[in-house]
């Protein structure tokens, strides 16, 4: 153990953050509001208040405020999974034959098996105070579902969650965790609500999109009294709430003695990156360090390296406000791949201005290459990742390779944000040599772009 | 956070155990030797050096050295899971609203998904250094094998896994794990080996049993040129290695000033159990401390409850040596039980020892009674245990109400084996009201019992 670095960083209990940090209030060019799709203006808190949790509206729409203090009762839930540790990759390291030195900081320990729990249980907190009942989300691959049923397990709140009715069928082992945290699941397209019996009439036998099912979710939450709908990723509120992960990371390496040179996450929506690496940029953008960012997404999937900056709808129901952002069009339908956490059209309002903004870079993985990094990984380091975190491990190996050429003894830290146990289906294809890589067509991407909504910014 | 006593204790790297603890140096009734079933004879070390490897041999016959020292290269892959939290379950607590303190080892970090990596690294290792090809080994539901895989990818060994087919077939997420760690798995019975055919022949269609592939497994070892068989249970090597998880929970507890008055664990074959109580027993047995110490055992398969101390086979087989232990005989065949782990007719030589003593205490539990109180401490504490857990889980609770009812303090222990992530299709059978307890009759257990082997000790 060089350097007396141990194999793996824990804070103590006492050295947990207290506070969410909000990278926003750092940014000289803010992320550019959520629009009201009728008019065109942007959406006043009255507005979002009949979807969302009034306190989460507030978050939300706060583009000051730098820190928001996390409540007692969030803390005391973070404890029951936090700190997450820091750990360092000494197996891989040896396996490369690189002089660089790779983190990662590990979100899987606990039964949602990923980050997602860390915004969860903060949405649910607030539901359970404003007096809801309860609250309604989507879910696609399923890990945002289970964190959610998690919390308002916890928090004694009803959890309605829809979810693809693909993954509803496929994933049935996803479907009892969240029965077992007492949600009800409800495979979309549903005949619980308007636009889910539209859509069945219109596609009978359809077996579902994320873009529905939020759709479905929203509203079950505006028409029921008491319930409201929670997101787990592309708002500002998550990647507050995210926030956690950087914090904690930049706690353990200023405890150890270490500086990053190379931060880098996967890529959906955005939660997982917008919370790793938020301390990290807002070192940046204060002018206090530099850090090489590197966002890394599916090839199948490229809202930052293939898409366009621009105001689109975030559901396919069109009933969600509009949102600015790197998008491949609403109408887009990633091509089946196994990293579902990121197959989302769009991303974060945050991100996206950061990105355009030159702060950070993205590149893209093909998911042969990903499940490749991933076995790699898992062999050496003991964690069976999923295919979503994996992309940031393809992306650290490489990173880690060129420094072996170069002679540099770079600090690399990635995100590990969950474990693979509910992907075997994946990996099994994988290892049949049956996983197929795709990359979307410049007509198909043209065709879904050539769809976005005509907005003028006010 | 009463005391300051934080929600999870980690040791620190530096304070790591860095000697196995043998228990049997202090117990006055040493544990029965394994005999050969021609002679009757104690086998020899040259005897069980054409099964299992040279230095396990040499473990496994030692009933003298207190300690042995853990060769570096496991200390080292110690690390990239252990040490493993003793966390305060402050939630259920709450929960049941008990004076009682309640700890939990918590084994379930790692991708074999138990505690089982203990000791199969350490087989893999001195595998390695005999210079082996490869080892053998069966499984049933999977944990073990799992184990297994990432201990001899590390260290770079063949790996043969015979999976009883009904698993195999029922359990493909497990087999994909394996395969993703390089082992190769065969259904049991198979072709491979002649006690295969001839099962195959006997019963076709046969969905296989643990024993039968125990009886394939060494056969496939003592066969081929360089193999060894190896594990996960039962046998006094295992215990050894296991005793990590016992020195490191004594070492937390010493850390936050608590002594335990009450420790529990399942009971299969007695890995998980022997390893925890270690250094606990070793104070009872010299006189240092006394601690209650309970078993639990399924209500389906109760060994300690219902068996009889005796010599009995290990495998249905009949190849492998003749041990001393609490046996429902080698022709039981349980109840379908999806706490898999513990579905194995006898129990380790040691424990079953102790048990005869009067050292320790057994209980029994229903599967349905298991699985709610799995759910219940799913809901608060936030990981999803395996059903062979949360037989722990259930006397957790139980002793924690008693306390509830009397007012006494006590500190509870007991082992968190691992994680439920691959069982979900019994969990989904409770959800559906469609689990069933079954306690074997009496006839049952005499017919199977009669069977016995007559051996005259020597």
């Known amino acids: 153990m060089p350097n007396n670095i141990p194999y793996k960083t824990y804070l103590d209990e006492s050295e947990m953050p207290l506070k969410w940090y909000n990278l926003r209030a750092d940014m000289k060019n803010k992320p550019a509001p959520l629009l009201n799709p009728g008019t065109g203006e942007p959406m006043k808190a009255e507005e979002l208040e009949g979807v969302f949790c009034k306190d989460l509206v507030e978050q939300e729409l ?33 396996k490369l034959g690189t002089p660089a030195k790779i983190y990662y900081k590990f979100e899987g320990n606990n039964t949602s098996g990923s980050h997602k729990l860390n915004s969860s249980i903060a949405q649910a907190y607030y539901a359970k105070k404003q007096g809801l009942k309860g609250v ?5 691959a399923g890990q945002w579902g289970t964190a959610l049923s998690m919390a308002c397990s916890y928090f004694d709140l009803d959890c309605k ?16 965790v969240m029965r077992t945290y007492g ?92 919370g790793l690496i938020a301390p990290f940029m807002g070192e940046k953008l204060r002018g206090e360090n530099d850090y090489q960012i590197i966002a890394v997404e599916p090839q199948s999937c490229p ?88 992309h940031a491990i393809k992306v650290a190996i490489d990173e880690a390779l060129k420094c072996k050429e170069t002679g540099e003894e770079k600090t690399i830290v990635f995100g590990l944000t969950g474990t693979g146990y509910f992907d ?24 879904s772009l050539a769809k976005l909504p005509k907005v003028e910014e006010k």
Do not use: W
Request: include cysteine; glycine fraction near 8%; proline fraction near 5%.
């Open 303 to 390: 809202s930052f390296t293939r898409g366009r900056y621009a105001y689109d709808f975030c559901d396919t129901g069109a009933i969600c406000p509009l949102a600015k952002m790197y998008t491949l069009g609403s109408d887009f339908i990633p091509a089946p791949n196994h990293a579902g956490g990121l197959r989302y059209h769009g991303m974060s309002s945050i991100l996206s201005q950061l990105y355009d903004d030159g702060l950070m870079e993205a590149r893209t993985a093909a998911q042969t290459e990903v499940f490749e990094a991933a076995e790699e990984f898992a062999r050496v380091e003991g964690i069976l990742p999923a295919p979503e975190s994996s």
């Open 161 to 176: 969650v829809y979810m693809v009715k693909v993954s509803y069928e496929q994933k049935p082992f996803r479907r009892e």
């Open 183 to 274: 949600a009800s699941v409800t495979p979309s397209p549903s005949m619980n609500t308007e636009i889910g019996k539209k859509i069945n009439a219109e596609h009978p036998g359809t077996t579902g999109s994320l873009g529905c099912a939020i759709s479905e979710a929203v509203e079950d939450a505006v028409t029921h009294e008491g319930y409201r709908y929670v997101l787990g990723s592309v708002l500002n509120q998550v990647l507050l709430h995210q926030s956690i992960i950087g914090l904690e990371t930049k706690a353990a390496l200023d405890k150890i003695g270490e500086k990053a040179d190379i931060i880098i996450g996967c890529a959906g929506g955005g939660s997982n990156l917008g």
């Open 136 to 140: 309604t989300t989507e879910t696609g």
């Open 62 to 94: 706060d583009n000051d405020t730098q820190f928001f203090e996390i409540p007692d009762e969030i803390k005391e839930f973070y404890k029951m999974y936090r700190p997450s540790p820091l750990v360092r990759a000494y197996f891989l390291e040896k």
């Open 424 to 447: 075997l289906v994946a990996y099994e294809k994988f290892h049949d040599g049956k996983m197929e890589d795709y990359i979307p067509t410049d007509e198909e991407l043209e065709e």
